[in-house]
């Protein structure tokens, strides 16, 4: 019978641990290019936005929204990249020396 905790929640086995820290660390190392698609996808729309409406404040504002937006998903997929990194080496570490200690 496997043991649970006061909330009725399983806990992870010892082994799965470091993978689901590899997993996590891949999922956000992979933040730049995330962040890239976005960004492209930002600029593809302020262009849209400056070809399709009048020359006005209006513009201006969806013009520097779409911008922004593209910054800021650049900025975030950079800080989480070396995030990823790190808990992708601290997991292949971990797996590692569990898997020394299993075979002792």
Do not use: D, Y
Request: aromatic share 6%; hydrophobic share 45%; glycine share 10%.
């Amino acid at each position: 019978m496997e043991e649970t905790n006061n909330s009725g929640v399983k806990p992870l086995n010892q082994s799965k641990k470091p993978v689901a820290l590899i997993i996590t660390g891949c999922l956000l190392a992979t933040g730049p290019f995330w962040g890239l698609i976005i960004t492209v996808n930002s600029m593809v729309c302020a262009f849209h936005s400056i070809g399709t409406q009048p020359v006005g404040p209006e513009t201006t504002r969806h013009l520097a929204m779409h911008i922004c937006s593209g910054f800021w998903a650049t900025v975030i997929g950079l800080v989480v990249f070396p995030l990823g990194i790190a808990l992708l080496v601290i997991g292949i570490i971990w797996r590692k020396r569990n898997g020394k200690k299993e075979t002792k």
